[in-house]
């Protein structure tokens, strides 16, 4: 099991990330995740120094990809922090809201603080969370690069096609669809590892039903809309079964 949460937790580490595409535009983001998480993934076995040598070589692979991507140098950080002057009614209203959220959260912390640290702690423990939720994580953004790759081809034919309705209507399909793929990949995966396969097809059902593509959007939008599913469901499927096999659970 140690070694079922490391394997899955570190690939996420590097593999989440790579699906957000931060190594490009947001390199810091990626350079400071993977570590992060990885710290996460290895605390239980903090006193054993394997799994702090492979959490290198995750760091290691995450920095060579923002390296490659950047070979002339990192760019800054990107982003500043600012506290506006808030003045007159609105910031009076501002002031109160957040009073009253942080006496929520001290209230909450204070009857619920040891039950939830308790549980927290089981959970940070629990080897079989740690490859669910890892193998979740690269079902989901792992599986948008895969799926991002898989429709490439398809995506640069539409962009070079000239330019008419079928092709503003075939890119605006395609823009539309990042959010959707998160999701669709969420839930085939939550479902495909509770052992409900029967579920997973309703999830694909109702996408059909919601964005399938019309005679609008040109054969160009169709491929597209079957490369990204079937590369959906794959990478969901594998992670699903090889969650499950890694718990000692059967695939399916």
């Known amino acids: 099991?140690?070694?079922?949460?490391?394997?899955?937790?570190?690939?996420?580490?590097?593999?989440?990330?790579?699906?957000?595409?931060?190594?490009?535009?947001?390199?810091?983001?990626?350079?400071?995740?993977?570590?992060?998480?990885?710290?996460?993934v290895v605390a239980p076995y903090g006193g054993d120094g394997k799994p702090w040598l492979a959490l290198s070589v995750a760091a290691l692979l995450s920095l060579g990809f923002v390296l490659w991507k950047h070979p002339t140098g990192m760019p800054d950080v990107g982003f500043t922090v600012t506290l506006p002057l808030m003045v007159g009614r609105l910031a009076r209203t501002r002031r109160v809201s957040v009073v009253a959220l942080l006496g929520a959260v001290g209230i909450a912390v204070w009857t619920a603080g040891p039950a939830v640290v308790s549980l927290g702690r089981e959970l940070l423990l629990s080897?079989?969370?740690?490859?669910?939720?890892?193998?979740?994580?690269?079902?989901?953004?792992?599986?948008?690069?895969?799926?991002?790759?898989?429709?490439?081809?398809?995506?640069?034919?539409?962009?070079?096609?000239?330019?008419?309705?079928?092709?503003?209507?075939?890119?605006?399909?395609?823009?539309?669809?990042?959010?959707?793929?998160?999701?669709?990949?969420?839930l085939l995966f939550a479902f495909l590892a509770a052992g409900q396969p029967e579920a997973a097809a309703l999830v694909l059902a109702a996408k059909s039903l919601a964005r399938v593509p019309t005679s609008d959007h040109g054969k160009h939008a169709s491929e597209y809309f079957l490369i990204g599913t079937l590369a959906s469901v794959i990478a969901s499927l594998a992670m699903s079964m090889a969650a499950r096999s890694a718990v000692g659970l059967p695939v399916l």
């Not at 081809?153 to 096609?161: D, S, Y």
Request: glycine content about 12%; overall charge positive; proline content about 7%.
């Open 1 to 40: 099991m140690e070694t079922a949460r490391l394997f899955f937790g570190l690939v996420a580490a590097v593999l989440i990330p790579l699906g957000l595409a931060w190594q490009g535009p947001h390199p810091w983001r990626m350079a400071a995740f993977t570590p992060a998480y990885g710290v996460c």
């Open 127 to 186: 080897d079989t969370v740690a490859v669910f939720v890892s193998a979740a994580l690269i079902s989901v953004f792992g599986g948008g690069a895969l799926a991002k790759a898989a429709t490439g081809p398809v995506r640069r034919e539409i962009l070079a096609l000239p330019d008419s309705p079928e092709r503003r209507a075939a890119v605006e399909f395609m823009n539309a669809g990042r959010a959707i793929g998160l999701l669709e990949r969420g």
